[in-house]
């Protein structure tokens, strides 16, 4: 089971997640605003951490941002607002999910599993991989095992979800994939919410990858393809 850091300055919502957390057996700490958040990140380790935008003192993206800067702990971001620019703010700040208010607990503990399926998925490719890719006579260079890309000899810092839409494109590059398989193995479970977070992710990826970018082939009515160019 997990440890989990559940941060929102409402009790109601803290002890409603909380409640279902420890039904299914996970321990779990809360915070009530973003600076106790990061004092506690930056203190112990927890598995995951659920995370409120809108807070008191530090607000979620001002958290998460911070959080990063020390620990590579999965976030599961909540917010009461749905517009794809809080979500590519979330993603960019390098939360692993979004979920919009209101929301199930049940649904929420599902994406809790999704999410630390994927990064134990994640982190057993890397072990047996140990590969590297180079595209454009290397001028798009990428590490699997590392989990880092480079742009022109740039390093390229992408936001957890990024990498792994990027690192499955690539592993299964030249194949037609459609939106559904990319959701269903990328985020790992029957997605709940708005399929445009698909979307959203391609578009940051894109302007992740600058001119590289035509590697990522939009079909139409179909789904995505990274296409080794000619």
């Given at each position: ?117 994927r990064v ?36 390229v810092e ?73």
């Amino acid at each position: 089971m997990y440890h989990i850091l559940i941060v929102d300055d409402e009790i109601r919502i803290r002890s409603m997640i909380r409640k279902y957390a420890e039904f299914e057996g996970h321990t779990v700490t809360e915070a009530g605003d973003g600076m106790e958040a990061v004092r506690l990140a930056r203190k112990e380790d927890f598995d995951i951490i659920i995370l409120d935008i809108m807070m008191p003192e530090l607000d979620g993206f001002s958290a998460c941002r911070e959080i990063r800067k020390v620990k590579s702990t999965p976030i599961i971001m909540l917010s009461a607002r749905g517009e794809e620019y809080d979500k590519i703010n979330g993603f960019e700040s390098g939360v692993d999910d979004y979920v919009v208010k209101p929301f199930s607990p049940r649904e929420l503990m599902l994406r809790v599993e999704a999410v630390m399926k994927r990064v134990r998925r994640a982190s057993e490719e890397s072990r047996a991989e140990n590969q590297i890719m180079e595209f454009d006579g290397g001028g798009l260079r990428v590490d699997l095992t590392a989990r880092i890309v480079y742009v022109d000899g740039a390093r390229v810092e992408m936001s957890p979800k990024e990498y792994d839409l990027f690192f499955y494109l690539l592993r299964n590059r030249n194949v037609a994939l459609t939106r559904e398989r990319l959701i269903s193995e990328v985020w790992g479970y029957d997605f709940f919410g708005d399929a445009r977070t698909l979307d959203t992710h391609i578009k940051l990826l894109r302007k992740s990858l600058g001119r590289y970018s035509e590697y990522i082939v939009t079909l139409r009515g179909v789904g995505y393809r990274f296409e080794e160019q000619k």
